[in-house]
């Protein structure tokens, strides 16, 4: 059952569909998703590749806008937003996991993870403290000034999950963060998501996190799975684990 919450979740979305291209061109990635996102949950989204899971995190974060149904995120109507009223929501509410890292090469670790909160116009020194904070908490306080290209594939994936978190998101959107880490930086990047789905911020608002996997090692982890086959909601296969 997708539609687990009422009124408390974060995210909800109702009779949402996607479709790319025209005529014999188009494709349905979406086909009416419910989905509620709950506050202080793990979340993961498993399923085959060109399934929709990508494109629903998308649809659900304000980066693509749903063809048809209705989208709330942190109060907001996506699609009644113009698009840089959308950029600060975003800035604002959702830190991001991305599979290949997306580090500048050219900085550091420290200044890496210090970027999201600049953008949002922190002052450097203030921005700079709470990133060295953020990378402790990862436990890569003695790498702030090395470059990633310094850091193992594990080191780097810490780094980017720290500048997810620095800017204290409501809501983590995490595409496939093991998929190129053995198992033990794998379970040590889930061990740290985990532990970011039971935070709360500054004001005491829990974070949620969703996760984007085929990794079938990492299925402990989650509050709840939801498979997705063809762009919409499946129950799991059999053998599946059950969250």
């Keep these: 059952m997708n539609d687990t919450t009422g009124h408390d979740a974060l995210v909800r979305l109702r009779g949402v569909h996607k479709t790319f ?13 419910d989905l509620d996102v709950n506050p202080g949950e793990m979340l993961m989204l498993m399923g085959p590749s060109g399934c929709g899971k990508t494109t629903l995190i998308s649809i659900i974060s304000g980066v693509l806008s749903q063809s048809q149904g209705n989208v709330e995120a942190f109060g907001y109507q996506w699609e009644k937003l113009s698009e840089d009223a959308k950029a600060i929501a975003r800035a604002q509410n959702i830190g991001y996991v991305f599979q290949q890292f997306h580090l500048v090469p050219q900085l550091p670790a420290i200044e890496n993870v210090a970027v999201p909160l600049l953008i949002r116009g922190v002052p450097r020194e203030q921005a700079l403290r709470r990133a060295a904070a953020s990378l402790t908490d990862v436990g890569l306080g003695d790498r702030l000034d ?14 980017s999950v720290a500048r997810a978190l620095v800017g204290q998101p409501r809501l983590l959107v995490c595409d496939e963060p093991t998929a190129n880490l053995d198992a033990d930086n794998g379970h040590a990047v889930m061990e740290l998501l985990r532990k970011a789905s039971r935070r709360t911020d500054d004001q ?40």
Aim: glycine share 12%.
């Design 146 to 159: 090395d470059p990633p290209r310094q850091l193992s594939g594990g080191m780097q994936q810490r780094v």
């Design 21 to 33: 291209g025209e005529g014999r061109a188009e494709v349905r990635a979406l086909r009416g998703v």
């Design 204 to 243: 005491g608002r829990a974070c949620a996190v969703i996760v984007v996997t085929h990794d079938a090692r990492v299925e402990s982890f989650a509050d709840r799975i939801e498979y997705m086959e063809d762009g919409r909601f499946v129950d799991a296969p059999v053998g599946a684990h059950q969250a």
